[in-house]
RNA sequence: GUGGGUGUAGCUCAGCUGGUAGAGCCCUGGAUUGUGAUUCCAGUCGUCGCGGGUUCGAGUCCCGUCUCCCACCCCA
């Protein structure tokens, strides 16, 4: 035997036992995306490096060490994308969607980080994103968190909690970036080195620190809603006052600063305290300003990422049940004459019912083999075809999941019997 | 990148202080000359993660390396 050859250390295989719980969680929020009026839109994952750098930010974790960066045969530096909105921005202005247009759209699809793989952080994971251009008020901002309390309605998931800020305007949120660093370079001495070094490239970030021996001083810092500059607060004012008319329980988080540069404004996750340290299971904000940076006209924008396998491990924590995906019918042919006419009549009831899954025994077998097989298939019904039913034109009909008798069909009757056993089941 | 744990059959795991591997599940066949999910019987399945070292002898001890898991960091 040759050796082996492995898959790549933080990606997984998807076994076909638990696609049918991604299917149905995807099925889930495409359905209600849809709902609120937001169309699909599909970009590649691989982009110019050029675009996440200016986009994400050229000193965040994310650009200076998670990136999947090569250059093709032409020496242009590609990357896969570690992240969906960079791409969708570009591709909306690059294809004239954003030209005094409005935009609701979603997207999904897998994203690519060189990270450490840990519980509910893989270095291909997946994403479900909603991205909205050109509305500006805070009810669009509202719309989204309402689209995604819903979601965890469908698929049934209770322990995540709602935490909101606002970064204010790009100017604003600079004020509040100077009086920070003045504030930490006062207490330079109870820094570690890396939140030193912090403190110059990316000081909203000290906020985020686990450090226990930070905790005081951060509790202590100035707080970005003292900052904020009048508009961002009245819109910020306006969201509050829309989700509580809607009953949407949340909390302000004056720490809450995402890991993104291009963040303004509104920023929020939903987070959980049962997924291990990796407790973001969506979140988003606005980016008003991305657009314009990225070469487009000004345009406001806000959008949300789901973590598709976090939310998938939510979804089995709340034990939601699932769509099994088995096939209603199993034909049991017995001989090979029996099979011939096994293949041909199961085309005959697709045809005719396509509202249901028909799977026809292959590779032979007994009569006692077949039968457990089609019980593990999971399918309610047995249509049973041997010898003494093909030389009568008919079919044995055996419901597998109750204790019902046996019924014999002739072949031209097949079709209502199947129909009626499963309405009726 | 740093730290802790881990790796034995397709899966879940046992294998004491070194003496060339075992259980359950799964799968296949039979008990029942054409009927599953229960029961009973039988059978298949392993370069013990990989490489090196110590030893007469290594799944077991030592070193290296990789995987997976968890945490830091970071984020969805």
Known sequence: MNKKITGIRGMSDLLPDETPLWQFVEGVLRRIAAGYGYREFRVPVVERSELFKRSIGEVTDIVEKEMYTFEDRNGESLTLRPEGTAGIVRAAIE????????????????????????????????????????????????ELILMTARMWQELGIKDVELQLNSLGTPASRTAYRDRLVEYFAAHRDSLDDENRDRLHRNPLRLLDS????????????????????????????????????????????????????????????????KLGAQGAVCAGGRYDGLVEQLGGRPTPAIGWAMGLERLIEMVKLAETPVPAGNPDVYLVAVGEAAGRQALLLAEDLRTALPQYGIEVNAGGGSFKSQFKRADKSGARLAVILGADELANEQAGLKNLRHETEQQTVAWQDLIAAIDGELTTD
Do not use: C
Request: aromatic residues 14%; negative net charge; charged residues 20%.
């Open 95 to 142: 294809n004239g969607l954003l030209h005094n247009q409005k935009q609701k759209l979603w997207y999904t699809g897998p994203m690519f980080r060189y990270e450490k793989p840990q519980k509910g952080r893989y270095r291909q994971f997946h994403q479900f994103d909603v991205e909205v251009f050109g509305y500006d008020g805070p009810d669009i901002d509202a």
């Open 210 to 273: 686990k450090l226990p021996e930070m905790q005081p001083l951060i509790a202590a810092a100035p707080q970005l809603t003292d900052s904020l500059d009048t508009v961002s607060a009245e819109h910020f004012a306006g969201l509050q006052e829309l989700l509580t008319a809607a009953g949407v329980v949340f909390s302000l988080n004056p720490r809450l600063v995402r890991g993104l540069d291009y963040y303004t404004r509104t920023v929020f996750e939903w987070v959980t305290d």
